[in-house]
């Protein structure tokens, strides 16, 4: 008769569930993510009340490789939501100026939704260590924030010899017209994805959401929760920032 091996005290796999990289993650995490119902209904459920952050990326990243972005969506929603104050108290603790810490919490949230979807090795580290994965998110965002702060400086005033004031920024010339239609496909051009798709549909004129059920919305129209679409529009409004910021400073228009 085959030797019966007693499952209890056999040792657990090695190795990191759905990693590619030779990461190992805290038994207890590794654990949680281990005793997750395969699909469906029942892995979305235990999502929902699961411990670890990490254990939440990785069910997410299971749902979005079986095509359940909805319910994919909806954990990604859980996660920020669950996290919120650990990002915003990050952010607290960074050395910038009180209002950029809004930024810095909007910008983290950003990178989190983008690289918890990505699953290509190179973002796997969320799913080993998510809070320190949140903290270097925070952190590069503050030092993106103090690098453009240092190319900063307020306009120049002075009184002439009439005692008339004056302001360096009066003297700035207006910007020049440009072809509406270059412009939004340039801008278009800058984005990628649903958060394209999104800021397209908004400039249709289609609403985020509708009480009218037979209304086509941004919602309806990807598929996806009218927050996801909020998501994808706050990341469309702040890629576009930076770009256009960054065509006034390369045209002269704002000087460094």
């Known amino acids: 008769m085959p030797e019966q091996i007693d499952t209890a005290l056999a040792p657990p796999p090695s190795g990191a569930l759905g990693l590619s990289r030779d990461y190992r993650r805290r038994p207890a995490v590794e654990a949680e993510i281990r005793a997750l119902p395969a699909a469906g209904p029942a892995l979305v459920a235990a999502l929902h009340t699961a ?3 990490e254990t939440l990326v990785h069910g997410i990243r299971r749902l979005l490789a079986a095509g359940q972005r909805a319910a994919a969506d909806r954990a990604l929603e859980a996660l920020i939501e669950r996290i919120s104050p650990l990002v915003a108290s990050i952010a607290w603790s960074q050395t910038v100026v009180a209002e950029d810490r809004e930024d810095i919490v909007q910008t983290t949230f950003i990178q989190l939704w983008r ?4 699953a290509t090795p190179q973002h796997e580290f969320w799913e080993v260590h998510f ?9 590069d965002a503050a030092e993106r924030l103090r ?5 900063e400086r307020p306009f120049y005033t002075g009184t ?13 010339a207006d910007p020049r017209p440009i072809e509406s239609t270059v412009l939004v496909n340039e801008a278009l051009a800058q984005l990628e994805g649903n958060v394209r798709r999104a800021f397209y549909l908004k400039m249709l004129g289609y609403k985020e959401k509708s009480k009218d059920t037979d209304e ?12 996801s679409v ?5 990341a469309a409004e702040q890629a576009l920032s930076h770009w256009w910021n960054r065509g006034l400073l390369e045209s002269g228009q704002v000087q460094a």
């Open 51 to 53: 411990t670890a952050p």
């Open 115 to 118: 690289e918890v979807a990505d």
């Open 131 to 139: 809070n320190h994965m949140v903290r270097l998110a925070c952190a």
């Open 147 to 151: 690098q453009a702060c240092r190319h």
């Open 160 to 172: 002439s010899d009439d005692g008339d004031t004056w302001s360096e920024e009066a003297t700035l």
């Open 216 to 227: 086509l919305t941004i919602s309806s129209i990807l598929g996806v929760s009218d927050r």
């Open 230 to 234: 909020r998501n994808y529009l706050r």
